[in-house]
């Protein structure tokens, strides 16, 4: 590996300095003021994000295929485990993608803190979780990539298990332990495919990818099932992939809007990448044998989301249920061992972080206004708070998968690759697993339709009618509501219309959605070439006898 | 021979101060009987420093002395105190420590 | 351009011109979406509410797709100027010339023109988005941005004072955007896109009053119809480019199965049909889709339900444009549909026999439809048949033509019945409860109607005749007696709703709000625009059972009432609140009048040759077939090779026209050379037909269209066809008269008392139980059971399992902690603290708090001590 660019320092500061943020917020503010903590965690993840633009404008895209910025320290020498890390066109938009929905988090956390309260602690979490994620997407070592990875778990523990909902005692219990029982078995793997592929390499042993790429396949194919069967085990409850998404929909419901925008938004992906970093080229026989079995899971997801999705009566558990099927496809195009179906994936992760991430911050704010997610009693969104329910029909229009928004550019690519997967799978089975995809995106079409026809369109129920601020400025204009306003107002509080800080932390979503809809090859240019040598590292470890 | 009546002597004051920490009980008595048994112990280390020829039996006395004088301090202050708070200096009737 | 420069000078002969309208096409869909931006922005505070952001940039792509147009016709015609000389080049590569000299006439391949730029790259392949102009899409721009912008002006009166005014232009101007894009697709991946973006603005638009739920409930309806027949479109758009993947690498490489030219070119080069069966499920599949988005049986259903939009939307999108799109998703890669139904020989195809169904399936339906705009709608469905029947059998150029003058006649009828509606009939589309003798109050709407009328029915010398009875005349021509037959009486039909329709709106006695009668909930309505659906829930989603509708408008208007009494505009429509039936005003009549007009005489831009039995005039008047339908003429391909086209894509050329130069990729990579020309009816000696589509063309040769055959007219069909029409009118003239003027006793009530009548009234009624099917059964059965099946699984067997693992683990760690760890572990913890415990209570009595007991003790242990000593030294 070369060092492409001498400013390798930019991903440890991207990555360390929400730390020694969170380190400020936790020692030097006081616990009964409100607004310093803030102001400083909107500081720190502002700065980090300005090294992430400083680092998307370093980057060499003409060379997104290598690893830059590549730092290769000592870390723990006595097992081999060094500090590792680099950025590719694969990681590159995760890693940027983190940095701005965490700081856009916090600017929407600004006006809308969970009941909770403590703002020192969620903000310091906040950071926390920032630098497990950021970390997670740079790691090139195994031991390292763990340890972010973990990383992650506890600080969305806390948010669940302390700002969450009514049972999220129960939620961020389940949550963690799910998640603990797949890194269990993943941190077997691990250690298992260090130990073989050091005897592969001669008793050369080291934790960092580029040896693991080399050597994983090598190990004997029997033996590469095994380990990549742990690995599934540890990525897909992370994902999640039908059976292990059964935390997905009580982590949502349960957690605060924050934590489960960045939950959709970002920790699903450290699942996807990890099956696309380490599982698929370092175990490619492995990948092979698994690849039907993922499939299959992942078809089976994307159907049984979808009618999971039907069946909801509370819109924060619809979407959630979505998240099942949409990293459905996701999986699929992962599983079709393709250049074509993996720049899909990579591409409906960051399509699918940015459409649920905007679909959870509506449903947040619907039930900031509300106090309720449940779909019968929401109706006439559109006459009480016409913007907000412009934004979800649009959220809800790119999660469908529409041409021309972001999240087609996941789907559409997806299912076309089933249609012809890597050369060792079996063809008749990932077309029939096309069909069925296809189909998905019908009920998709379903149960979101559905979902906007219930909550936006038509009059708003008896329960809340009149309470809007829309609706009482056109009463005042008819002038014979005097009596009803002031009704109206000493009885509940107003729902408002989308605010300041809801629009400065959602325009960016919005936009991003619409660029990344209209004109793809923003990202499939960093992508793909990454995505090429990826595959070829694949296809070169398939073919090894 | 010289040293066995001073042995003897010993012997019988360590006696006597035994039966009067056991017997008596009046505080200041059984103090006053621990400083018999104390300088029944010094006679003896004195006594076997003669006999051997040996200055550090008196030595030890010596510290004997000292502590038994700050033991009496500390013991009649207490039996002072506890006089004063009780009207009563009688052994019998101070059993707090019992278990 | 360099490349294409020297590809020109090899080709020497084939210097077409180009121009910058045909260059600059995408410029055609682009200005309309930048309108949409703009509307949406600050539509609202523009005096017009953003009409007029709509109006310019429809009226921009006008001028930019008649330009485009015109540049086109330069283009063929300078193409055939050099023809002759191509003719004599060609012939010293002695390739197919024979046939070129026998027709007498060299007609070159035209390329299309395309511009593109690098829209998105996987494994390696750059796919690009742009314009790509030929015949066909030149034709159908122009017609979408002609329609869209006079049905922009009728809407600034129409839906003048609708509480969502902004919104209404915003999506239609989109609409237009996403039409345009798609026509002009030079790859499957575009024409998803505007495809798509078509059914949003047709949910949006269908459900523009969504505060109504039948409105929502269409609107979805729609949508999802579409969406189910998109499922086709993804899977045939991915079987067909992996399907030709290999061939087209090979053979045209830069392109990819994704663009046009490569998978037509790929269809009829015999590759296609050694691939096997791929290229027929591809078919299959593509055709799905057109069957959802243009309405064709059975998924037609969502269609009638789309008139629950305004009237400018039924117009402009469920009748005259957007609905065609399946049809010109068939026209545009018409190779491929070509082979796999193998239509070259006359294989029954799936597309001929659903276009079939369609047309009696539907024009029966129009039949019991008492709401004018369903009449219509079912008639777009219907005539949508007769354009897929004619592809299916080989007549495209008659099923393309269909579409350019339907789009005219039946858009003009739909204004008609917006017209009817805004000042006739006080907002209802009820013919039975509100019309009636209006064409005294509405000359110049009943003239426009009468005109668009004849020209549905294929009147002469209407537009309609021109291109549904080629269509016709063609099918029969092509070999499929049977179903010429069923277009034929499909004619009948058409001839018999229309007058039906046309009598019981214009003529006999006014009713209701026609004759000025206002029902009680009229005022709810009169200070608000709105358009009353007749059927609402009642009808439409509900078995009918019984004979007569009555009961449940008064449902229905109540039904509405509800809605619209709490806030009104009171500035709006003060000129008809308490009035009779008069006519509309200028910004309706005039798109009208001009649409009618364009009924009488668009069927002259391609008349039959009708006199050509007698050598008087000949081919040119076909200008659609001289223009459009591309030729079906092999094409030499020469790779240049070494040119990729990746090297210097980038952002930095924004705009640049030299992005072109990567993007045509047939004259940057490939020299094409006209290679002589088949008269398109040739036919080889022994009666076999030859040529592109029929045989494979020679190696380093391909095609792009087959070489399909028209049919020649002749008098005997079209006095039988006009007969056909003119009973129909007959017929149902008759029948009207008796059944709605004089009330004759034999008919009325003939539901009631014969049963066949009242089952097949029912049938009809019911809409052939489809709707039930779909919503009763399917759609109910996923939404409730499966679905709640599915939660249920999750909650009780995956949760289930997950919290059962849970439990058991928690009682198993109970049991543990009970048993060995309270037990044992602890155990031993508690019994050495128990034992110190106990060993203190027995020593208790020993501290007695006694001074002398303790002196005693520590005295008595002494000389224990010492005893013990004395023995041991003793010893």
Same mark, same amino acid.
């Given at each position: 590996?070369?060092?492409?660019?001498?400013?390798?320092?930019?991903?440890?500061?991207?990555?360390?300095?929400?730390?020694?943020?969170?380190?400020?917020?936790?020692?030097?503010?006081?616990?009964?003021?409100?607004? /310093?903590?803030?102001?400083?965690?909107?500081?720190?993840?502002?700065?980090?994000?300005?090294?992430?633009?400083?680092?998307?404008?370093?980057?060499?895209?003409?060379?997104? %295929?290598?690893?830059?910025?590549?730092?290769?320290?000592?870390?723990?020498?006595?097992?081999?485990?060094?500090?590792?890390?680099?950025?590719?066109?694969?990681?590159?938009?995760?890693?940027?993608?983190?940095?701005?929905?965490?700081?856009?988090?916090?600017?929407?956390?600004? %006006?809308?803190?969970?009941?909770?309260?403590?703002?020192?602690?969620?903000? #310091?979490?906040?950071?926390?979780?920032?630098?497990?994620?950021?970390?997670?997407?740079?790691?090139?070592?195994?031991?390292?990539?763990?340890?972010?990875?973990?990383?992650?778990?506890?600080?969305?523990?806390?948010?669940?298990?302390?700002?969450?909902?009514?049972?999220?005692?129960?939620?961020?219990?389940?949550?963690?332990?799910?998640?603990?029982?797949?890194?269990?078995?993943?941190?077997?793997?691990?250690?298992?495919?260090?130990?073989?592929?050091?005897?592969?390499?001669?008793?050369?042993? #080291?934790?960092?990818?580029?040896?693991?790429?080399?050597?994983?396949?090598?190990?004997?194919?029997?033996?590469?099932?095994?380990?990549?069967?742990?690995?599934?085990?540890?990525?897909?409850?992370?994902?999640?992939?039908?059976?292990?998404?059964?935390?997905?929909?009580?982590?949502? /419901?349960?957690?605060?809007?924050?934590?489960?925008?960045?939950?959709?938004?970002?920790?699903?992906?450290?699942?996807?990448?990890?099956?696309?970093?380490?599982?698929?080229?370092?175990?490619?026989?492995?990948?092979?044998?698994?690849?039907?079995?993922?499939?299959?899971?992942?078809?089976?997801?994307?159907?049984?989301?979808?009618?999971?999705?039907?069946?909801? /009566?509370?819109?924060?558990?619809?979407?959630?249920?979505?998240?099942?099927?949409?990293?459905?496809?996701?999986?699929?195009?992962?599983?079709?061992? /393709?250049?074509?179906?993996?720049?899909?994936?990579?591409?409906?992760?960051?399509?699918?972080?940015?459409?649920?991430?905007?679909?959870?911050?509506?449903?947040?704010?619907?039930?900031?206004?509300?106090?309720?997610?449940?779909?019968?009693?929401?109706?006439?969104?559109?006459?009480?708070?016409?913007?907000?329910?412009?934004?979800?029909?649009?959220?809800?229009?790119?999660?469908?998968?529409?041409?021309?928004?972001?999240?087609?550019?996941?789907?559409?690519?997806?299912?076309?690759?089933?249609?012809?997967?890597?050369?060792?799978?079996?063809?008749?089975?990932?077309?029939?697993?096309?069909?069925?995809?296809?189909?998905?995106?019908?009920?998709?079409?379903?149960?979101?339709?559905?979902?906007?026809?219930?909550?936006?369109?038509?009059?708003?129920?008896?329960?809340?009618?009149?309470?809007?601020?829309?609706?009482?400025?056109?009463?005042?204009?008819?002038?014979? #509501?005097?009596?009803?306003?002031?009704?109206?107002?000493?009885?509940?509080?107003?729902?408002?219309?989308?605010?300041?800080?809801?629009?400065?932390?959602?325009?960016?979503?919005?936009?991003?959605?619409?660029?990344?809809?209209?004109?793809?090859?923003?990202?499939?240019?960093?992508?793909?070439?990454?995505?090429?040598?990826?595959?070829?590292?694949?296809?070169?470890?398939?073919?090894?006898? | 021979?010289?040293?066995?009546?001073?042995?003897?002597?010993?012997?019988?004051?360590?006696?006597?101060?035994?039966?009067?920490?056991?017997?008596?009980?009046?505080?200041?008595?059984?103090?006053?009987?621990?400083?018999?048994?104390?300088?029944?112990?010094?006679?003896?280390?004195?006594?076997?420093?003669?006999?051997?020829?040996?200055?550090?039996?008196?030595?030890?006395?010596?510290?004997?002395?000292?502590?038994?004088?700050?033991?009496?301090?500390?013991?009649?202050?207490?039996?002072?105190?506890?006089?004063?708070?009780?009207?009563?200096?009688?052994?019998?009737?101070?059993?707090?420590?019992?278990? | 351009?360099?490349?294409?420069?020297?590809?020109?000078?090899?080709?020497?002969?084939?210097?077409?011109?180009?121009? !910058?309208?045909?260059?600059?096409?995408?410029?055609?869909? @682009?200005?309309? $979406?930048?309108?949409?931006?703009?509307?949406? !922005?600050?539509?609202?505070?523009?005096?017009?509410?953003?009409?007029?952001?709509?109006?310019?940039?429809?009226?921009?792509?006008?001028?930019?797709?008649?330009?485009?147009?015109?540049?086109?016709?330069?283009?063929?015609?300078?193409?055939?100027?050099?023809?002759?000389?191509?003719?004599?080049?060609?012939?010293? !590569?002695?390739?197919?010339?024979?046939?070129?000299?026998?027709?007498?006439?060299?007609?070159?391949?035209?390329?299309?023109?395309?511009?593109?730029?690098?829209?998105?790259?996987?494994?390696?392949?750059?796919?690009?988005?742009?314009?790509?102009?030929?015949? @066909?899409?030149?034709?159908?721009?122009? &017609?979408?941005?002609?329609?869209?912008?006079?049905?922009?002006?009728?809407?600034?009166?129409?839906?003048?004072?609708?509480?969502?005014?902004?919104?209404?232009?915003?999506?239609?101007?989109?609409?237009?955007?996403?039409?345009?894009?798609?026509?002009?697709?030079?790859?499957?991946?575009?024409?998803?896109?505007?495809?798509?973006?078509?059914? *949003?603005?047709?949910?949006? *638009?269908?459900?523009?009053?969504?505060?109504?739920?039948?409105?929502?409930?269409?609107?979805?309806? $729609?949508?999802?119809?579409?969406?189910?027949?998109?499922?086709?479109?993804?899977?045939?758009?991915?079987?067909?480019?992996?399907?030709?993947?290999?061939?087209?690498?090979?053979?045209?490489?830069?392109?990819?199965?994704?663009?046009?030219?490569?998978?037509?070119?790929?269809?009829?080069?015999?590759?296609?049909?050694?691939?096997?069966?791929?290229?027929?499920?591809?078919?299959?599949?593509?055709?799905?889709?057109?069957?959802?988005?243009?309405?064709?049986?059975?998924?037609?259903?969502?269609?009638?339900?789309?008139?629950?939009?305004?009237?400018?939307?039924?117009?402009?999108?469920?009748?005259?444009?957007?609905?065609?799109?399946?049809?010109?998703?068939?026209?545009?890669?018409?190779?491929?549909?070509?082979?796999?139904?193998?239509?070259?020989?006359?294989?029954?195809?799936?597309?001929?026999?659903?276009?079939?169904?369609?047309?009696?399936?539907?024009?029966?339906?129009?039949?019991?439809?008492?709401?004018?705009?369903?009449?219509?709608?079912?008639?777009?469905?219907?005539?949508?048949?007769?354009?897929?029947?004619?592809?299916?059998?080989?007549?495209?150029?008659?099923?393309? !033509?269909?579409?350019?003058?339907?789009?005219?006649?039946?858009?003009?009828?739909? @204004?008609?019945?917006?017209?009817?509606?805004?000042?006739?009939?006080?907002?209802?589309?009820?013919?039975?409860?509100?019309?009636?003798?209006?064409?005294?109050?509405?000359?110049?709407?009943?003239?426009?109607?009468?005109?668009?009328?004849?020209?549905?029915?294929?009147?002469?010398?209407?537009?309609?005749?021109?291109?549904?009875?080629?269509?016709?005349?063609?099918?029969?021509?092509?070999?499929?007696?049977?179903?010429?037959?069923?277009? &034929?009486?499909?004619?009948?039909?058409?001839?018999?709703?229309?007058?039906?329709?046309?009598?019981?709106?214009?003529?006999?006695?006014?009713?209701?709000?026609?004759?000025?009668?206002?029902?009680?909930?009229?005022?709810?309505?009169?200070?608000?625009?709105?358009?009353?659906?007749?059927?609402?829930?009642?009808?439409?989603?509900?078995?009918?059972?019984?004979?007569?509708?009555?009961?449940?408008?008064?449902?229905?208007?109540?039904?509405?009432?509800?809605?619209?009494?709490?806030?009104?505009?009171?500035?709006?429509?003060?000129?008809?609140?308490?009035?009779?039936?008069?006519?509309?005003?200028?910004?309706?009549?005039?798109?009208?009048?001009?649409?009618?007009?364009?009924?009488?005489?668009?069927?002259?831009?391609?008349?039959?040759?009708?006199?050509?039995?007698?050598?008087?005039?000949?081919?040119?008047?076909?200008?659609?077939?001289?223009?459009?339908?591309?030729?079906?003429?092999?094409?030499?391909?020469?790779?240049?090779?070494?040119?990729?086209?990746?090297?210097?894509?980038?952002?930095?050329?924004?705009?640049?026209?030299?992005?072109?130069?990567?993007?045509?990729?047939?004259?940057?990579?490939?020299?094409?050379?006209?290679?002589?020309?088949?008269?398109?009816?040739?036919?080889?000696?022994?009666?076999?037909?030859?040529?592109?589509?029929?045989?494979?063309?020679?190696?380093?040769?391909?095609?792009?269209?087959?070489?399909?055959?028209?049919?020649?007219?002749?008098?005997?069909?079209?006095?039988?066809? &006009?007969?056909?029409?003119?009973?129909?009118?007959?017929?149902?003239?008759?029948?009207?008269?008796?059944?709605?003027?004089?009330?004759?006793?034999?008919?009325?009530?003939?539901?009631?008392?014969?049963?066949?009548?009242?089952?097949?009234?029912?049938?009809?009624?019911?809409?052939?139980?489809?709707?039930?099917?779909?919503?009763?059964?399917?759609?109910?059965?996923?939404?409730?059971?499966?679905?709640?099946?599915?939660?249920?699984?999750?909650?009780?067997?995956?949760?289930?399992?997950?919290?059962?693992?849970?439990?058991?683990?928690?009682?198993?760690?109970?049991?543990?902690?009970?048993?060995?760890?309270?037990?044992?572990?602890?155990?031993?913890?508690?019994?050495?603290?128990?034992?110190?415990?106990?060993?203190?209570?027995?020593?208790?009595?020993?501290?007695?708090?006694?001074?002398?007991?303790?002196?005693?003790?520590?005295?008595?242990?002494?000389?224990?001590? $010492?005893?013990?000593?004395?023995?041991?030294?003793?010893?």
């Amino acid at each position: 590996m070369n060092n492409l660019t001498d400013s390798n320092w930019v991903l440890s500061l991207g990555t360390f300095l929400p730390l020694l943020g969170a380190v400020v917020i936790m020692f030097f503010t006081s616990k009964d003021d409100d607004q /310093t903590p803030k102001v400083i965690g909107i500081v720190t993840a502002a700065a980090t994000l300005a090294v992430g633009v400083y680092t998307l404008i370093q980057f060499d895209y003409d060379q997104a %295929d290598r690893l830059q910025f590549f730092v290769d320290a000592e870390w723990i020498e006595v097992i081999s485990s060094g500090y590792t890390i680099g950025l590719d066109g694969i990681s590159l938009p995760l890693y940027f993608l983190s940095m701005v929905v965490t700081l856009l988090v916090m600017i929407y956390t600004w %006006d809308n803190m969970p009941d909770a309260g403590n703002p020192k602690a969620f903000y #310091s979490l906040m950071l926390i979780l920032q630098t497990g994620m950021a970390g997670s997407f740079i790691a090139q070592d195994l031991i390292l990539f763990f340890v972010f990875f973990e990383v992650v778990l506890l600080p969305m523990y806390f948010m669940i298990g302390v700002w969450g909902g009514e049972q999220r005692k129960y939620a961020s219990l389940k949550f963690f332990l799910y998640t603990m029982f797949g890194s269990a078995f993943m941190l077997v793997a691990f250690l298992a495919l260090f130990f073989q592929a050091g005897d592969a390499a001669g008793g050369v042993e #080291s934790f960092g990818f580029a040896h693991l790429y080399e050597f994983g396949a090598l190990i004997d194919r029997d033996v590469q099932v095994w380990i990549f069967a742990g690995m599934f085990l540890g990525f897909a409850v992370k994902v999640p992939m039908f059976p292990f998404h059964t935390w997905l929909p009580d982590a949502h /419901t349960q957690a605060p809007t924050q934590g489960s925008v960045i939950l959709a938004a970002i920790l699903l992906k450290l699942g996807t990448y990890g099956f696309v970093r380490i599982a698929l080229p370092m175990l490619p026989k492995g990948a092979e044998a698994w690849a039907p079995v993922i499939g299959i899971l992942a078809v089976i997801g994307i159907i049984y989301g979808a009618l999971g999705c039907l069946a909801q /009566t509370d819109m924060k558990r619809l979407i959630a249920f979505s998240s099942v099927a949409h990293m459905g496809y996701v999986m699929l195009g992962i599983s079709t061992l /393709t250049e074509f179906g993996i720049n899909a994936a990579l591409y409906g992760m960051v399509a699918h972080g940015l459409i649920t991430g905007m679909l959870f911050f509506v449903a947040g704010s619907v039930k900031h206004r509300y106090h309720t997610l449940e779909i019968k009693r929401l109706s006439g969104m559109l006459l009480q708070m016409p913007k907000m329910g412009w934004i979800l029909g649009f959220a809800a229009m790119a999660s469908l998968g529409l041409p021309g928004l972001a999240g087609f550019w996941g789907e559409f690519p997806a299912i076309l690759s089933a249609y012809n997967p890597n050369e060792a799978l079996s063809e008749e089975l990932f077309r029939v697993l096309m069909v069925v995809a296809a189909v998905g995106t019908v009920l998709a079409a379903a149960y979101l339709l559905w979902l906007y026809q219930r909550t936006a369109f038509g009059e708003p129920g008896d329960e809340f009618k009149g309470q809007s601020e829309v609706e009482q400025g056109k009463h005042e204009g008819l002038a014979h #509501s005097l009596s009803s306003a002031a009704n109206d107002h000493g009885d509940h509080e107003v729902i408002k219309d989308v605010q300041r800080t809801e629009w400065i932390a959602w325009t960016p979503f919005l936009i991003a959605i619409v660029v990344f809809g209209v004109y793809p090859q923003l990202m499939f240019q960093v992508l793909d070439p990454a995505v090429t040598a990826l595959v070829e590292t694949i296809n070169a470890g398939i073919k090894l006898p | 021979m010289l040293a066995a009546n001073f042995l003897l002597l010993a012997a019988v004051l360590f006696c006597i101060g035994v039966f009067g920490v056991i017997a008596r009980r009046n505080a200041v008595m059984v103090l006053m009987s621990i400083e018999l048994v104390l300088n029944s112990v010094n006679l003896n280390l004195i006594a076997f420093a003669l006999m051997n020829d040996d200055v550090d039996g008196q030595v030890f006395a010596l510290f004997v002395i000292g502590i038994a004088a700050a033991e009496v301090g500390v013991g009649l202050a207490m039996v002072l105190l506890i006089y004063r708070n009780r009207r009563s200096i009688s052994l019998d009737e101070l059993s707090e420590l019992k278990g | 351009m360099l490349a294409a420069e020297v590809s020109n000078e090899v080709q020497g002969a084939l210097e077409l011109t180009s121009g !910058f309208f045909l260059e600059n096409l995408w410029l055609a869909a @682009l200005i309309p $979406a930048i309108g949409f931006a703009l509307i949406l !922005f600050f539509g609202k505070k523009m005096p017009n509410g953003g009409s007029e952001f709509g109006l310019a940039s429809m009226a921009a792509s006008l001028v930019v797709t008649s330009g485009a147009a015109w540049q086109w016709l330069a283009r063929v015609d300078s193409g055939k100027e050099k023809g002759e000389e191509a003719f004599g080049l060609l012939q010293t !590569f002695g390739r197919s010339v024979p046939r070129a000299a026998e027709g007498g006439e060299v007609k070159p391949y035209i390329e299309p023109v395309i511009t593109e730029w690098v829209w998105w790259q996987n494994s390696g392949l750059e796919f690009g988005i742009g314009s790509f102009a030929d015949g @066909l899409s030149v034709l159908l721009l122009w &017609l979408v941005a002609f329609i869209s912008l006079l049905v922009q002006i009728f809407s600034l009166d129409y839906v003048r004072g609708d509480r969502r005014y902004t919104q209404f232009f915003a999506a239609l101007t989109l609409f237009s955007s996403g039409m345009l894009v798609m026509v002009m697709a030079g790859n499957m991946v575009q024409l998803i896109l505007g495809w798509e973006i078509m059914g *949003l603005c047709s949910f949006m *638009l269908i459900g523009h009053w969504w505060e109504d739920k039948y409105n929502s409930h269409s609107a979805l309806k $729609a949508f999802f119809t579409v969406r189910v027949g998109d499922i086709g479109l993804l899977v045939g758009t991915a079987v067909i480019y992996f399907a030709s993947a290999d061939w087209i690498a090979e053979n045209l490489p830069g392109q990819s199965g994704f663009d046009i030219t490569a998978i037509q070119a790929w269809a009829l080069s015999g590759d296609s049909s050694a691939s096997g069966a791929a290229i027929i499920v591809g078919a299959s599949a593509l055709f799905i889709a057109c069957i959802g988005k243009s309405g064709q049986f059975p998924l037609h259903t969502w269609l009638p339900d789309a008139m629950a939009g305004p009237t400018p939307v039924s117009s402009l999108l469920h009748s005259s444009t957007m609905v065609v799109a399946g049809v010109f998703l068939v026209s545009r890669i018409y190779p491929v549909f070509w082979e796999a139904f193998n239509i070259a020989n006359g294989g029954l195809s799936f597309i001929a026999v659903i276009g079939a169904i369609t047309i009696v399936a539907a024009a029966l339906l129009a039949f019991v439809q008492d709401d004018i705009k369903k009449v219509l709608a079912y008639s777009t469905v219907s005539q949508l048949g007769y354009m897929m029947l004619g592809l299916g059998t080989g007549a495209w150029l008659p099923a393309v !033509f269909h579409v350019f003058t339907h789009a005219f006649f039946k858009c003009c009828l739909f @204004l008609c019945a917006g017209s009817i509606s805004h000042s006739g009939s006080h907002h209802s589309f009820d013919m039975k409860k509100d019309m009636g003798g209006l064409r005294k109050h509405m000359p110049v709407t009943f003239g426009a109607w009468i005109v668009s009328s004849l020209a549905l029915t294929g009147m002469i010398p209407f537009a309609g005749f021109w291109s549904k009875d080629e269509i016709v005349d063609n099918v029969g021509n092509n070999g499929y007696t049977f179903l010429m037959w069923v277009g &034929l009486f499909g004619a009948l039909l058409t001839a018999m709703y229309m007058t039906r329709a046309t009598y019981l709106t214009f003529f006999g006695e006014p009713r209701g709000a026609a004759a000025g009668i206002h029902h009680d909930d009229d005022h709810g309505f009169a200070t608000e625009f709105h358009e009353t659906i007749l059927h609402a829930e009642d009808i439409d989603r509900e078995l009918v059972t019984a004979g007569a509708p009555a009961k449940s408008l008064s449902a229905a208007a109540a039904h509405s009432e509800d809605h619209h009494d709490d806030d009104g505009h009171d500035d709006h429509h003060g000129d008809h609140g308490d009035h009779g039936p008069h006519e509309s005003g200028k910004l309706i009549t005039v798109p009208i009048v001009i649409l009618a007009f364009l009924a009488l005489t668009s069927g002259f831009a391609n008349p039959t040759p009708l006199v050509h039995p007698f050598g008087v005039a000949g081919e040119s008047v076909e200008r659609i077939k001289t223009y459009v339908e591309p030729r079906a003429v092999p094409v030499d391909i020469e790779v240049v090779g070494g040119v990729s086209h990746a090297d210097d894509h980038g952002d930095d050329h924004g705009d640049d026209h030299s992005e072109e130069a990567l993007a045509p990729a047939s004259v940057d990579q490939l020299s094409l050379v006209g290679n002589g020309v088949l008269a398109a009816d040739a036919e080889g000696e022994d009666g076999k037909k030859e040529g592109c589509g029929f045989t494979t063309p020679a190696e380093g040769s391909v095609c792009f269209f087959p070489a399909v055959s028209h049919a020649v007219p002749t008098y005997g069909k079209i006095a039988l066809a &006009l007969i056909i029409v003119l009973v129909g009118y007959a017929l149902a003239g008759a029948f009207c008269v008796a059944y709605y003027g004089r009330k004759d006793e034999r008919l009325v009530g003939l539901t009631e008392r014969n049963a066949v009548a009242r089952g097949g009234y029912l049938f009809l009624k019911n809409k052939y139980y489809l709707d039930i099917l779909y919503e009763r059964f399917i759609v109910r059965f996923v939404a409730h059971p499966l679905s709640k099946a599915a939660y249920w699984v999750n909650q009780n067997v995956l949760d289930g399992t997950v919290n059962k693992v849970g439990e058991t683990s928690k009682n198993t760690g109970t049991w543990i902690y009970n048993n060995i760890d309270q037990k044992v572990v602890d155990g031993a913890v508690n019994g050495s603290g128990t034992v110190a415990s106990e060993t203190g209570h027995g020593l208790q009595s020993t501290q007695s708090g006694k001074v002398n007991q303790y002196g005693a003790l520590i005295f008595g242990a002494a000389a224990v001590g $010492a005893i013990v000593l004395v023995i041991l030294n003793v010893n």
